[in-house]
């Protein structure tokens, strides 16, 4: 996604939070795997989740916004 997104499409920024956020779901998970001691793990499973979620709303965005540009093109 981050490759068609940065070199097909040209969305640099949007490109560059998405592959931040989503790597830092996995190595969240990985740190929470190790941690050591139960409120740590929950700790950095919500960061996963917070993560998961600011990856789902910057794709949202661009699903949105890319509808909204063909939308004006047909019109």
């Known amino acids: 996604m981050y490759k068609v997104l940065y070199h097909e499409r040209n969305e640099k920024t949007l490109s560059k939070q998405l592959l931040r956020s989503g790597t830092s779901i996995g190595a969240n ?3 929470g795997i190790a941690s ?3 409120k740590e793990f929950i700790y950095k499973l919500q960061i996963s989740y917070k993560e998961a979620y600011e990856s789902f709303f910057g794709l949202s ?3 949105k916004q890319s509808s909204l540009m063909i939308q004006n093109l047909i019109l």
Request: charged fraction near 35%; hydrophobic fraction near 45%; aromatic fraction near 34%.
């Open 61 to 63: 965005f661009y699903i």
């Open 36 to 38: 050591f001691s139960k």
């Open 29 to 31: 998970i990985e740190e």
